[in-house]
């Protein structure tokens, strides 16, 4: 059972490069999201998915794509990668709404 | 939308020291959670605690729903308690946390 995999752990890119953060989940959980952490936040919300084939935005959505093809797996794409977007990214899964939410290791990005 | 204010923001403390987080929010909850970030960057579970006291060795948490605080008590120091500490909540339908600003924790030797 390895919980919550995110890859890569680091990246860097440059401005206007595209790129896909992977999240894979291994226990079966509905709920998955991404949240992003910039030095000295709590965590913020951008995409979120309540099952497959559904998915909505958080608070900080524009610059980013989700898909959410299986129950497994939620990747997190980056169109045109912009410096702004340099940040730690975080995916989170749970099995409902009203339990805890377990965290992946998180994917430290950089633009240049 | 819900506000949430962790405080103090930095706390230093000799080791043995006992130390309180406090965590405001401005609304109902359905869900609170601790968690521990280390130095490495990870996010560990401390506490899913909507309501009531749940004690984990050194750690224990309290959440009064009604008056929208959540306290985070720490004993007996040590260095490896190190770290941010988060408090997040959720409201709604979706299952999303909403993350307090944290409070960055020194133990020193």
């Known amino acids: 059972n390895a919980g919550v995999t995110q890859t890569p752990k680091f990246q860097v890119l440059k401005t206007g490069q595209s790129m896909t953060l992977q999240c894979a989940q291994d ?7 991404w949240y992003r952490q910039d030095p ?6 951008i995409h979120y998915s309540v099952g497959a084939g ?13 898909s959410r ?26 099995y409902s709404r009203v339990v805890p939410q377990h965290f992946g290791d998180g994917t430290r990005l950089s633009i240049l | 939308g819900i506000q949430v204010e962790q405080s103090p923001p930095d706390l230093i403390l000799q080791e ?16 609170l959670q601790w968690f521990h970030q280390n130095p ?32 985070l008590y720490i004993s ?18 979706q299952g999303n946390l909403i993350f307090g600003k944290g409070t960055k924790l020194s133990v020193k030797p």
Not at chain 1, 54 to 66: A, L
Not at chain 1, 72 to 92: I, K
């Open chain 1, 69 to 94: 093809s299986t129950t497994e797996d939620f990747p997190l794409r980056l169109l045109s990668a912009a410096p702004s977007q340099t940040s730690v990214y975080f995916c989170a899964s749970s």
């Open chain 1, 27 to 33: 226990m079966n959980h509905e709920y998955m999201s």
């Open chain 2, 76 to 93: 007996s120091s040590q260095t490896t308690d190190s770290g941010v500490y988060f408090c997040a909540v959720h409201r709604g339908s």
């Open chain 1, 40 to 45: 000295g936040m709590g965590l913020r919300l």
């Open chain 2, 40 to 71: 490495w960057g990870q996010l560990i579970n401390l506490f899913y605690i909507p309501s009531g006291t749940k004690q984990n060795g050194r750690l224990s948490a309290t959440t009064v729903a009604t008056e929208r605080y959540s306290l």
């Open chain 2, 16 to 31: 043995g020291a006992n130390s309180t987080l406090r965590c405001n929010f401005s609304d109902s909850v359905n869900n």
């Open chain 1, 54 to 66: 559904i998915t909505d935005q958080g608070e900080v959505p524009n610059g980013y794509n989700v």
